[in-house]
């Protein structure tokens, strides 16, 4: 079996956006974001990626505070219930970030099929 077709082989394009010293965006924010938009809530999405709720927290914080305006917005839990959102821009954040990976994977395929080649099977 060639070494392009082995499943086990897997090249990925990944980004990490900064604002001075902060990630404001990689894999894991992104993956997040993408969690709460289908959960409608932060603890469900880190409990689904195995993440703590503080860490989450965490995150979300740091992708609020870099972008221009926030990409998540929550409603404080008790008898009504909380939850949480992902906004317009959030959303628009959230496309842009997988195109990019999307054509980076693209443009790079012939440079991949030469390079998974010369793994170990």
Do not use: H
């Amino acid at each position: 079996m060639s070494a392009t077709n082995n499943s086990a082989f897997l090249c990925r394009s990944r980004f990490r956006i900064t604002v001075g010293k902060e990630i404001a965006l990689g894999p894991g924010k992104i993956d997040l974001l993408e969690a709460i938009a289908e959960k409608g809530s932060i603890s469900s999405a880190a409990r689904e990626m195995g993440l703590s709720y503080r860490r989450a927290w965490q995150m979300v914080r740091t992708v609020n505070d870099c972008f221009k305006s926030p990409l998540v917005e929550s409603a404080k839990g008790g008898k009504g219930g909380g939850g949480a959102k992902i906004t317009p821009l959030g959303q628009r954040v959230m496309r842009l970030y997988r195109a990019m990976e999307s054509k980076a994977e693209k443009s790079t395929q012939a440079e991949w099929k030469s390079l998974s080649k010369l793994l170990k099977n």
